[in-house]
């Protein structure tokens, strides 16, 4: 198994940054995939970034291109997301997941989850 756990939420204002860590533990995650998703009030659950821990490799959701910044510490096991120019619309609680091999867009096709860490972007 895979135990995760997110943080770094929190409010911020338009245009501002949040970084939010996931530090994974229970297994080396060398032929594995990390990503973060996010659930907005009334919204299905979306994918927003991914990265392979064997090539470091990224994907990014259309709405966070440019914005966004995935990045990983193997040595610490941990995966973050730096976000900049932040909107009301990324408004949503964020979810680190894993799954073995490659990036998935699905959420269905991630096995692991953390509980999750809220933000909030608002004046």
């Known amino acids: 198994q895979v135990h995760l756990v997110e943080s770094g939420g929190g409010l911020v204002q338009p245009g501002g940054s949040l970084r939010l860590s996931c530090a994974a533990s229970g297994r080396t995650l060398g032929s594995y995939s990390l990503a973060w998703f996010r659930q907005g009030p009334g919204k299905e659950r979306e994918f927003v970034s991914g990265?392979?821990?064997?090539?470091?490799?990224?994907n990014y959701a259309d709405s966070v291109k440019g914005r966004f910044a995935i990045s990983r510490d193997s040595a610490k096991n941990t995966v973050n997301l730096q976000m900049r120019s932040l909107e009301p619309e990324d408004t949503a609680v964020y979810y680190c997941a894993a799954r073995r091999t490659i990036v998935a867009h699905s959420s269905d096709d991630y096995p692991y989850w953390g509980q999750g860490t809220q933000v909030t972007v608002s004046s």
């Open positions: 990265i392979s821990w064997t090539t470091g490799s990224t």
